[in-house]
């Protein structure tokens, strides 16, 4: 809906705001990133009920619009996005619209992550060249992306999408800035 991009032909998806469309597939991603020790900080027995899944993405919504979270670093206004295709969940994007210290340090203007069995077919470069885009919409041009340096995952899908590396930060992350426009 807001935006897509294929990395290739075994590639679909596009960003769409959050909606109980893919609340299935939602559960059974987080339950992939829960059996890798991620996301544990999300409760998945509580969102299986329709109405709290329904509660938490509209506090996902406000949180962006209004800047507010329990991370200094996440208090900042953003959007998140999900990438899906049709009714399956396959990942999330953060776009931080303005950068705080702690962002240029960790994180960056855009995170993102896909769930584990949709790894390796390219959704991570098509969903940050969509971000991207999205971003330029909103005044950012360029975008800071950051990441670990035993990453060598996330690096090449920022590469791919023309990120330059800056540096290591203070919190050791390497630092890419990637062109929006």
């Not at 959050?18 to 597939?25: I, K």
């Not at 899906?84 to 962002?103: K, Q």
């Not at 584990?116 to 999205?134: I, V």
């Not at 971003?135 to 330059?164: D, K, M, Q, Y």
């Given at each position: ?18 909606s ?10 987080l ?6 020790d ?15 899944f ?18 200094a ?16 969940y ?12 702690e ?68 919190a ?10």
């Amino acid at each position: 809906m807001l935006g897509s991009r294929s990395a290739g032909p075994a590639t679909r998806g596009r960003l769409a705001t959050p909606s109980s469309a893919v609340h299935a597939s939602f559960l059974d991603a987080l339950g992939e990133h829960h059996a890798e020790d991620l996301h544990a900080e999300v409760d998945a027995e509580a969102l299986a009920d329709p109405a709290v899944f329904r509660l938490w993405i509209e506090e996902l919504r406000l949180a962006g619009v209004n800047g507010t979270a329990d991370c200094a670093r996440d208090r900042v206004p953003h959007r998140v996005l999900w990438w899906v295709d049709g009714d399956r969940y396959l990942g999330r994007v953060r776009i931080n619209l303005v950068l705080n210290d702690e962002l240029r340090e960790f994180g960056g203007h855009i995170g993102y992550d896909v769930r584990p069995s949709a790894r390796g077919q390219g959704h991570a470069t098509a969903l940050l060249g969509a971000a991207l885009r999205l971003a330029n919409g909103w005044g950012i041009n360029p975008a800071l992306l950051t990441c670990a340096p035993e990453n060598a995952a996330s690096r090449r899908v920022i590469e791919r999408n023309g990120g330059t590396l800056q540096d290591v930060s203070n919190a050791g992350r390497l630092r890419y800035w990637c062109a929006t426009g």
